[in-house]
Structures are given as structure tokens and as C-alpha cells.
């Protein structure tokens, strides 16, 4: 399983504004932080008003980390600024296009000059997200017929279904998952495939979050997920991460995950996954386990049912 760290986005107020302030320490600070990603995401947002703020970002996280860079702006002048400047831009990531020509084709021309991968969401302007997996699929072949044509191998697309809040539509949790099997089954050669992982637990009680995040994953790596988009600070989820992609568990909770990630492997249910229902940490994660799916209605409290 491939990482791309999320830490440093304009997202985060505190991160906006050393970017606008030029706060380098803050910046090293954030990537110091993400040494077990295999790239560190810059999310500089729509940048019309500074520009050269990916190069001045890319040396400030230089200072600090040689991990490869992954792009994250919708301005293009913005993204090939920086790929010429990078140093080795076949290593980056641009993060990301749609399946909107305007976006597309552009983006597809780039990657295609500097040799890097691309991100690629499986929704357009006019439809919004796909509700199906079928749908998805669809806009996944347009963006893929485009990237070939550009002459772009599918080893440097990652495709990502767009995962939605559990807390915000339930069955969509499963719906992602299902379109990662299928994108993962529909090209030759294959496609990568990639999440951003935050999402299935925003808006869910901060508490919950990690739990989700981490079950979430564990089930998008049974069904073929190449990557994701990931706190970098989360210890456990990283710990996890190891732990999946060498089939090592070390305790009980460890042996359960494997088992639902063997369970997604292998389409199996569920209810074939046995647990220790005195282990409330593995009660936690099996119960999670059954929102994900849609078995048992979401609420906040889902942990007291």
C-alpha cells in the first residue's frame, strides 16, 4: 500500500496561513512529521493570488525530507511550474483531474511531458459523483481512454471512486469499495486505484474517527486499493498499513483486520468473521465493520447499540 500524506493543506487554517506567511518552520515542521508516506501531498487549493507557491513549498519541505511530491492545485500554471522545477518530476504525483475535458485534457498533455502520475476523480461538473459503481466505471474508462491516448501508461493513473461520509449517505461506503474491485478488474494493463481516506469519517465524532479511517482502509485493501490519502500523523493506521502488507498481525485486533481484509479478498460476509465479543476493542472494530457495509443503520452512538 502506497501513502500520500494529506498534513499540509489549506484546509487547515493554521496551514493556510503559513503558506500565505511564508512560515517555513511550520511547513518542515508538517513534513518532518510524514516519514512514512511515499509522497508528501502540497494542497495549495485554486492559488490565484500567490503565485510560486509550490516552488517555495517544495523548497521548504526539501530542507527537511526527500520524499517524493504530489501536486495538489486546480491552477495548471501552478502544477508545471512545479514539475520543472522538482528536480525529478516523474517521481510526483498531480493531485488531481476529473473527468472534465477542460481538466482532463491538460492534465493528461502534462503528465504525458514530465513523465509523472496522475490522480484521477471519477465524477465530472455536470453529473457531480456517481451514485453507482457502474457509473463510476464509466467516467473511469473516459479519463482512461483519454490518459492512452495522450500515450500516459496505466501504471501512472490512479483512480480514485471519491469516498463519501459514512454519516452523510451509508451505502455509498460500500459503493466506493465496490467500484474499487471493478476498476481494479476492467483494464489491461491495470490501473492503480486511490482514496482519500479522511472522508469516510468526516463529519463523524472526532473520536471515531481513527476507528473508521482505519477499518475503512483494511476493507479498500482487500478490494485492491493501491493507495490512499492519509494523516501521516495517524501511528496506528500507519502501524495498521504494516501490518496489512506483511500479514503480521500482533495481537487479536491485528488477527481481526487481517481477517476482514482476507473476508474482502476473498468475497466472503461478514457474518463468517468470527471475533471475541468480551474484547471491546474487537467488538469496536467489528461493529465498524458492519456500518461500512450498510448491515446496521449509522448514527454517531453506533458504538453503544
Known sequence: MKLIGENIHIISKRTRTAIEEKDKEYIRNLA??????????????????????????????????????????????????????????????????????????????????????LIALTMDNKSGIPKEADLRLEMACKIIEKTTESGIDNSKIFIDPLVLPVCVDQSQALESLNSIRMFKEAFDPQVNTTIGLSNISNGSPKELRPLINRVYLTMASGCGLDSAIVDACDEELIRTVKMLDSSTPQNSTDELLLNIYNMMLNFDDLENVSYDKTNDDEVKIFKTAEILMNKHIYSHNYLDV
Do not use: H
Open 32 to 117: 518532518k512529521k510524514q516519514t512514512d508516506v511515499d509522497w508528501i501531498d502540497l494542497n495549495i487549493g485554486p492559488a490565484r493570488k500567490q503565485q510560486g507557491t509550490m516552488r517555495w513549498l517544495i523548497d521548504t519541505v526539501r530542507e527537511v525530507s526527500d520524499k517524493p511530491l504530489s501536486f495538489d492545485t486546480t491552477n495548471l500554471d501552478e502544477i508545471k511550474s512545479a514539475l520543472q522545477y522538482v528536480g525529478t518530476p516523474q517521481k510526483s504525483l498531480i493531485n488531481s483531474t476529473n473527468a472534465d475535458d477542460e481538466r482532463l485534457n491538460p492534465l493528461s498533455d502534462i503528465t504525458a511531458e514530465y513523465g509523472c502520475s
